[in-house]
């Protein structure tokens, strides 16, 4: 072989090594993460979220919604699954999450179900992850390539969980400013809030607007007085704190653009929900404006943003684990 050939075909083996070790500090999750070692999983993760739907409307909100929780305490790296122990304080019960989260026993089945298929390999994470994907899709959402390859902590952080998920009574520069530490942008926030196309909160969640909001002794002025007397009826004064309201009036359980419709007539549920198209001045207004009148504008804009959500600071190569219960850290 000759010197040029050699020294060219070592210069080329280097600029292949160079974008490998690039692509992997950069790029990190990709869509085909499995397809050797576990190629199925979507579909087993899809199978067991669409057994869950039967018995239970509300399951698909409630997965997305752990994604979210999950992503934005120490990223997407499953802390959020992990139970109290000696040496963990779960963000399970931190003040977004107590008595809130749910959906934990289904993301058991999900990762047993992926364990007997393929052990060893899918992380906690993961499933999160692609079980928020199955979950919109069923519900006649978009359907996306879930970007793969996270590992599991070894932590969880509760403090975090209290200060970085943001509250329903903050006002949109707060939650602005919460979503932009993640790295998350005032697109990213319209999009995703648009999650509230499905599920449920709890009447402690909004009550405030009802009756006596902020001191004024009137409701929030920015509800819908018809909406307002169907809100007092599931949430009379004095009542259960804990009883259930749609956050979605129209659609309850459908993933459509209606909940940008809702804030257009002052039907948002929460006060966060609400100020996205309430505030006066907000750039968020036009993007609200923009996915009413645009369905498939707000499809393509939501999978870009839980691509951005999914992708806050995962756990790749040889940090954390993969779990084998995703309530505990191996070996403990
Ligand atoms: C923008 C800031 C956000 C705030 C302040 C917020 C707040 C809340 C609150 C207070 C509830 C009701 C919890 C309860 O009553 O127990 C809720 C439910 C829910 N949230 Fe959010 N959320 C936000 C963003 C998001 C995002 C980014 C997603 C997902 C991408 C999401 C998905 C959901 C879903 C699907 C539910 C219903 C869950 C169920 O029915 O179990 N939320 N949210």
Redesign the pocket.
């Known amino acids: 072989m000759s010197y040029s050939s050699t020294s060219a075909s070592f210069m080329s083996v280097t600029v292949i090594l160079v974008a490998m070790m690039l692509h992997r500090s950069n790029g990190q999750l990709n869509a085909t993460f499995y397809a050797n070692t576990c190629p199925n999983v979507s579909s087993i993760v899809s199978s067991v979220v669409q057994q869950a739907l039967q018995s239970d409307s509300?399951i698909g909100?409630?997965l997305?919604?752990l994604?979210?929780h999950d992503c934005f305490v120490n990223g997407c790296d499953a802390s959020l699954l992990l139970d109290n122990s000696s040496s963990i304080l779960s963000e399970k019960f931190s003040g977004p999450n107590v008595?809130?989260a749910?959906?934990f026993n289904v993301v058991d089945n999900i990762k047993a179900a992926v364990e007997n298929s393929c052990p060893g390999v899918v992380s906690c994470a993961d499933v999160l992850a692609l079980a928020?994907e199955s979950s919109v899709s069923l519900s006649g959402g978009p359907s996306w390539n879930v970007l793969l390859g996270r590992r599991d902590s070894l932590t969880a952080n509760q403090a975090g969980a209290n200060t970085s998920i943001?509250?329903?009574f903050?006002g949109l520069s707060n939650?602005t400013a919460k979503?932009s530490a993640v790295g998350l942008n005032t697109n990213d926030?319209v999009a995703?809030?648009g999650?509230?196309t499905?599920?449920?909160?709890?009447c402690?969640?909004f009550s405030n607007r009802l009756n006596n909001f902020s001191g004024t002794g009137n409701p929030d002025p920015t509800l819908n007085s018809t909406y307002l007397t169907t809100l007092q009826q599931i949430c009379p004064q004095n009542g259960s704190g804990t009883a259930?309201a749609n956050?979605d009036p129209t659609t309850s359980d459908a993933f459509d653009n209606n909940y940008f419709t809702n804030l257009q007539n002052n039907q948002g549920l929460?006060q966060?929900d609400q100020e996205l198209f309430s505030t006066t001045g907000a750039a968020t207004i036009s993007i609200v404006n923009a996915f009413s009148s645009n369905q498939t504008a707000f499809f393509q804009s939501f999978v870009q943003s839980?691509i951005n959500?999914g992708n806050i600071s995962p756990l790749t190569g040889s940090s954390g684990e993969i779990r084998s219960d995703c309530k505990k850290v191996n070996g403990s």
């Open positions: 509300r909100a409630s997305i919604r994604h979210f008595n809130s749910r959906g928020a943001p509250s329903p903050e939650i979503f926030l995703l809030s999650a509230h499905f599920g449920r909160a709890q402690r969640t259930l956050l929460l966060s839980m959500m």
